[in-house]
């Protein structure tokens, strides 16, 4: 079973601030796509991300790797977890509401789990993991409403390229887990997005035509709030937390993260989602609870045999 660490009121407080910043960072995004295309997003989001944390490898004093191996695994790791997951999903959200995208955004520790299984012996795949992936995967179907595919359009593709984006997430976690071990999580961030803008920054000017920096103020403070504060910063403090609170609490953000990006999305945009998207994320939500154990946990006390996990 997944072990659980305590969480102080000072990592609980650090939690809350990293689901809030991830939470506005789908409406940051879909407010940036106003006035840019969709990968001149991305490469802003990846170019001053990056320059930020590579600031902070400077000012920490860390080495940095010079091998080609490590950095055609920084290459990999940009691609799998911030070009193909950050284009598809802002390419989604021109389609899809903010709170929708969060929602299927969270099938992410879905998919985590079975490509752990896949590549991970200490990752298997137990009976509690099955029952919560398929739940997991049964609130996305419901979120989405199967019955939108009877007639596919491109706001069906839009989902479909978000849930993609999850996929990648996933895989991206196989990769830094197998090339990454052992760095500073300062550097393999920096190395990760220095590899995403090697691919971003010329797919957009090839594509979009040259990054323009005039751009109107909403849209410039969008951009320096999912670069700056939702990518560095939210980097830098995933780490503190997962230092402090271990793999399995974070979970929870995931859980946090989608109400505030409705919220915010009702608020800002007038966004309204269909019965069918509480519905799903209520599903999901359970899904998460499951595979994070505790919920599993209680229920076995009340049991004259252990849980089997």
């Given amino acids: 079973m997944t072990q659980q660490m305590t969480l102080s009121p000072k990592t609980w407080a650090a939690l809350i601030v990293l689901a809030f910043i991830w939470g506005a960072s789908f409406l940051s995004i879909r407010i940036a796509l106003d006035e840019i295309p969709p990968l001149t997003s991305i490469a802003h989001r990846t170019f001053w991300a990056m320059l930020v944390l590579w600031g902070v490898v400077w000012a920490m004093g860390l080495p940095v790797p010079r091998d080609f191996a490590r950095w ?19 390419w989604g959200q021109l389609y899809v509401e903010t709170g929708l995208t969060s929602i299927l955004n969270a099938a992410t520790a879905v998919f985590g789990v079975l490509v752990a299984a896949l590549f991970f012996a200490d990752e298997r795949l137990s009976p509690r993991k099955m029952i919560g992936v398929a739940l997991g995967f049964a609130g996305v179907a419901t979120a989405i409403g ?67 920096l005039h751009l109107t103020g909403p849209t410039v403070l969008a951009i320096g709030y999912y670069s700056i504060i939702a990518t560095a910063g939210a980097y830098l403090l995933y780490y503190y937390v997962l230092a402090r609170a271990g793999s399995g609490n974070l979970l929870l953000v995931t859980l946090l ?29 359970l899904g998460l609870a499951v595979l994070d154990g505790r919920l599993w946990a209680a229920f076995g006390k009340g049991q004259k045999h252990p849980p089997i996990d």
Avoid: C
């Fill in 72 to 90: 055609r695994a920084f290459l990999i790791m940009g691609l799998l977890n911030n070009a193909i997951p950050f284009g598809l999903m802002a």
């Fill in 146 to 212: 199967l019955e939108n595919f009877r007639s596919f359009d491109l706001r069906s593709l839009a989902q479909l390229a978000i849930l993609t984006g999850t996929m990648a997430y996933a895989l991206a976690g196989v990769w830094g887990r197998k090339t990454l071990s052992g760095l500073p999580p300062q550097v393999a961030a920096a190395g990760m997005l220095t590899g995403a803008t090697a691919i971003t920054l010329p797919l957009a000017v090839i594509i979009d035509g040259p990054v323009q």
């Fill in 257 to 285: 993260i989608a109400p505030i990006a409705i919220t915010l999305g009702a608020l800002v945009r007038h966004e309204t989602l269909g019965p069918n998207a509480y519905l799903g994320f209520g599903i999901l939500a």
